[in-house]
Nanobody, 124 residues
Framework: QVQLVESGGGLVQAGGSLKLSCAAS????????MGWFRQAPGKGRSFVAA????????YYAASVKGRFTISRDNAKNTMYLQMNSLKSEDTAVYYC?????????????????WGQGTQVTVSS
């Protein structure tokens, strides 16, 4: 069972940038599809971005496309989310997730393992 640990969250002003990391404990990291989700206060968990096992395929939510970039380094068992031009509506707890069965996945139901989350707060 893979364990996922997010880091890199924090407080940033609107227009600023943050880079989140998700470190996986499993050396078979490259066999997992990976994704980022977020949950704002009082709302459900929503899709942010996904990346295929090799990193060659990526998907983004419309709300973050062009501002966020998902990537992974399979040699380091780590996934990243570069967030630029942050807005107040990006404030949420961000979770990384791993799916063992698919090359890429975009819904919460497809993912098998989740991290504990990291808080991102964007002040306006």
């Amino acid at each position: 069972q893979v364990q996922l640990v997010e880091s890199g969250g924090g407080l940033v002003q609107a227009g600023g940038s943050l880079k989140l990391s998700c470190a996986a404990s499993d050396r078979t990291f490259s066999t997992y599809a990976m994704g980022w989700f977020r949950q704002a206060p009082g709302k459900g968990r929503s899709f942010v971005a996904a990346i295929s096992r090799s990193g060659s395929v990526t998907y983004y939510a419309a709300s973050v496309k062009g501002r966020f970039t998902i990537s992974r380094d399979n040699a380091k068992n780590t996934m990243y989310l570069q967030m630029n031009s942050l807005k107040s509506e990006d404030t949420a707890v961000y979770y990384c997730a791993a799916d063992r069965d698919r090359n890429v996945a975009v819904t919460t139901l497809e993912y098998d393992y989740w991290g504990q989350g990291t808080q991102v707060t964007v002040s306006s």
